[in-house]
């Protein structure tokens, strides 16, 4: 009887990352509501916000130019870029974060002390610190993902590139006996764009939509010159 | 003086308690339990009682440990440089100086805990053997900080230790009971013969050499914190001299006013004499231009390179929100002593005082100065924000103040606080 050959699980290395087209972006921040609700972000109320406490780990910067009535605004939506060469990663002291081998910069919520030492280094300042503990006021405390867990007070948290939905598609994949395609996979902030200004997937994967849209000529990267070598690729006209 | 007058006028601290005394420790106590409320409050309700905010993520608590790691460096200078150095005038000096070096390192070491999400954990950074395989991260500067503090402060023990052994078989002659044996136990059998000076000698010239090369790596290793990170004006590579240079700077300030405070004190005008607080007088001026110097050619270059990101924080320290405090350090680190203390005729023990003062609270501003601005403009300008210390910051770092009145005022009765026996080597010294 001839062996049953499996096909292999999904194809290694991934290597993740996002493409945002700027000129389609409206700033409507559904992306920064999906991520909330997604990885059961708390808010931080009016009192805290003031403080500048406000957590979102995307959060759309926005950029004025000129003045009345010839003003622009330009929107730019900023979560952890996952640098392949993180400067957050070099600097905790306890291998709280950490690059895995999917080109992700992982926080690892147990490991972590709370130097913070992560954030300051970080030129984008997309990392976030749990100031106290997590609250939600009914019945928002019944809409949390069971996927995400909730952070205590003092560890560091960011964009994870939605790595529970990574996961599960992983699994899906390996189910069925697949490799992860492009477009199985997506970030809350990518599926909730409403322009579909943001797209996730396999940089490593020539044929992935973000691999074509990251070859575009528009696309270029955040503080390129600073050498941390982000893998979100921002789309914009030139000017 | 006879050698029973000195010794009977340096140890009567220790057998009486003034009521001056009392009141300067009820009034510290309260200070430190002020403080420790605060700190149970940041404990039971999270990181979120300070003033601390994206992207100011390092405040006071930071300033505050750099700054007692520079004024432990008093007692490395003194101690170790004019010991090797042979400068017979550091005599009276010295173990007031050594015991700002313990105590101030003692009271920096509490804040690289205070400040962590979760200080109960904060061992993870030691590397322990455990179960888990895991060890801590060596490319870390925190992990550098670990190691140089810890090895400064049991070196900095050590170095105050030696020196009293003299002192504690001459106590243990003079007390009774409990006291006495407390003392013979601390004495480690001492009897004073030429065997055990010449060793005692010899370990104390070795090891002023070994602590001026672990004072100086740990002041790097706490500049390393900051100038390793690319953040804007700290990725300099005159952090490590430059913070070298001021905790000098600092702690000489620091041992003026301790020795006067003392001298005022326990009536020790017949040991600490002009010739100690003019000589240190002298390196307070000197160390005030080389800060000059550093600062003027860290500014420079920062202004003169116009990079983007770095003139934001600069512009902010020289002439927008934090000018005023800029200035006011300039004033207190080179001005005030450079004319108080260069101009010979204003120079005595109270503009020496007030020059000291100056230059303790003009490198406290320096500290946050550093920390404080380069934090509050990152290179995303949009997630720029302004720090406030709040209440649970405030009291902490008063508290820790108090903390250093309340060490000395505890150790001034229980040690002589001008070692015997050196004085009595050289008492024109």
């Given at each position: 009887m001839a062996e049953e050959t499996r096909t292999q699980p999904t194809r290694q290395p991934h290597s993740w990352g996002m493409a945002i087209d700027l000129d389609r972006c409206t700033g409507c921040e559904a992306c920064v509501v999906a991520c909330h609700s997604e990885n059961n972000i708390p808010t931080a109320g009016p009192e805290q916000a003031a403080l500048g406490r406000a957590k979102h780990w995307l959060t759309v910067d926005r950029y004025y130019e000129g003045a009345f009535p010839d003003i622009k605004v330009k929107?730019?939506?900023?979560?952890?870029?996952?640098?392949?060469?993180?400067?957050?990663?070099?600097?905790?002291?306890?291998?709280?974060?950490?690059?895995?081998?999917?080109?992700?910069?992982?926080?690892?919520?147990?490991?972590?002390?709370?130097?913070?030492?992560?954030?300051?280094?970080?030129?984008?300042?997309?990392?976030?610190?749990?100031?106290?503990?997590?609250?939600?006021?009914?019945?928002?405390?019944?809409?949390?993902?069971?996927?995400?867990?909730?952070?205590?007070?003092?560890?560091?948290?960011?964009?994870?590139?939605?790595?529970?939905?990574?996961?599960?598609?992983?699994?899906?994949?390996?189910?069925?006996?697949?490799?992860?395609?492009?477009?199985?996979?997506?970030?809350?902030?990518?599926?909730?764009?409403?322009?579909?200004?943001?797209?996730?997937?396999?940089?490593?994967?020539?044929?992935?939509?973000?691999?074509?849209?990251?070859?575009?000529?528009?696309?270029?990267?955040?503080?390129?010159?600073?050498?941390?070598?982000?893998?979100?690729?921002?789309?914009e006209r030139a000017k | 003086m006879t050698s029973d007058a000195v010794r009977e006028a340096l140890m009567r601290p220790l057998w009486r308690i003034s009521r001056p005394w009392l009141a300067a420790v009820l009034v510290c106590l309260t200070m430190v339990g002020a403080a420790l409320y605060a700190w149970s409050v940041q404990l039971s309700q999270g990181m979120g009682v300070t003033g601390l905010r994206r992207p100011n993520y390092w405040g006071l608590y930071i300033v505050n440990f750099v700054f007692w790691v520079g004024i432990s460096h008093a007692g490395t200078l003194i101690s170790a440089i004019l010991r090797l150095t042979d400068a017979g005038w550091r005599r009276p000096v010295t173990r007031v100086a050594e015991a700002i070096t313990l105590f101030s390192l003692m009271i920096a070491g509490i804040f690289p805990i205070l400040h962590l999400g979760r200080e109960s954990l904060f061992y993870w950074i030691i590397p322990l053997p455990n179960d888990r395989l895991l060890w801590p991260n060596f490319r870390s500067p925190l992990f550098w900080d670990m190691m140089a503090i810890t090895t400064y402060v049991a070196a900095s023990a050590l170095f105050l230790y030696l020196p009293m052994i003299p002192d504690f078989a001459m106590l243990a002659e003079r007390s009774t009971g409990f006291k006495s044996r407390v003392y013979r136990a601390l004495s480690l059998g001492w009897i004073g013969d030429d065997r055990q000076w010449h060793a005692l000698e010899r370990a104390m010239k070795i090891f002023a050499g070994v602590i001026l090369a672990i004072a100086i790596s740990v002041h790097s290793v706490v500049a390393f914190d900051f100038s390793m990170g690319i953040a804007p004006m700290w990725h300099s590579t005159i952090f490590a001299p430059y913070f070298v240079a001021g905790a000098i700077f600092s702690g000489i300030a620091a041992l003026i006013l301790v020795m006067a405070g003392l001298r005022r004190a326990l009536r020790l005008d017949a040991f600490l004499r002009w010739k100690h607080f003019n000589n240190l007088g002298k390196l307070l001026l000197t160390m005030c231009v080389v800060w000059l110097y550093f600062t003027a050619s860290e500014y420079l270059t920062a202004w003169y390179g116009n990079e983007h990101a770095e003139m934001a924080v600069f512009n902010k320290k020289i002439s927008g929100e934090y000018a005023p405090w800029f200035w006011t350090m300039v004033a207190c680190n080179f001005f005030v002593p450079f004319i108080l203390i260069g101009v010979e005729r204003l120079r005595n023990v109270t503009t020496l005082c007030i020059s000291s003062l100056g230059v303790l609270l003009g490198m406290w501003i320096e500290r946050f100065l550093i920390v404080v601005p380069t934090l509050e403009t990152p290179h995303l300008a949009a997630a720029s924000g302004l720090y406030y210390p709040s209440w649970v910051e405030l009291t902490i770092t008063a508290g820790t103040f108090a903390a250093m009145v309340l060490l000395y005022l505890l150790f001034s009765k229980l040690v002589p606080i001008i070692a015997v026996w050196e004085y009595e080597h050289d008492p024109l010294g």
């Open positions: 929107y730019r939506p900023v979560m952890c870029q996952h640098c392949e060469e993180a400067p957050c990663e070099p600097v905790c002291p306890v291998y709280a974060t950490y690059h895995n081998d999917e080109g992700l910069n992982v926080q690892v919520y147990n490991r972590c002390v709370g130097t913070r030492y992560c954030a300051n280094n970080c030129p984008y300042t997309v990392r976030h610190f749990n100031w106290f503990e997590a609250k939600w006021e009914a019945p928002l405390d019944m809409q949390l993902n069971p996927d995400v867990s909730i952070r205590e007070a003092g560890v560091m948290e960011k964009c994870s590139f939605c790595i529970q939905r990574i996961h599960r598609g992983k699994i899906a994949a390996k189910e069925e006996e697949r490799e992860v395609q492009d477009g199985d996979i997506q970030t809350a902030c990518a599926q909730s764009c409403p322009a579909e200004a943001m797209v996730f997937g396999d940089l490593s994967d020539p044929e992935s939509k973000v691999s074509k849209l990251a070859g575009s000529s528009r696309a270029g990267l955040l503080l390129e010159e600073l050498g941390a070598k982000p893998k979100v690729f921002y789309l | -």
